[in-house]
């Protein structure tokens, strides 16, 4: 059985446009890709990431640790997946 971890927090920090950072702890939007900070696109990606979690709680779903120590999973602000926003904004793309 698989053990599901809810993470609620009233601040975030918006590294990139796939990365959040929740009470110290780094979050990667699971299958999604956001272009690179080093470009326009990436920097659009942010800002827009921004813009969805700015004053808002942020809820992120554990699905597992990535290679560099983040935490991976779904994470949303109210019903919103920041995730599927990012990707119907056409800020990031579906990666698997």
């Not at 446009?17 to 929740?22: H, K, M, P, W």
């Not at 990431?49 to 779904?74: E, H, I, N, T, W």
């Amino acid at each position: 059985m698989k053990k599901l971890v809810l993470v609620l927090m009233l601040l975030g920090v918006v590294i990139d446009g796939d990365t959040l950072s929740l009470g110290g702890e780094r979050w990667r939007l699971a299958n999604v890709d956001a272009p690179e900070m080093d470009t326009v696109e990436g920097q659009e990606a942010k800002k827009f990431m921004v813009g969805l979690v700015a004053g808002k709680d942020v809820r992120c779903r554990f699905l597992y640790r990535d290679k560099y120590g983040r935490s991976v999973g779904q994470c949303f602000v109210g019903s919103k997946s920041l995730g599927v926003e990012l990707v119907m904004s056409g800020h990031g793309r579906i990666w698997e």
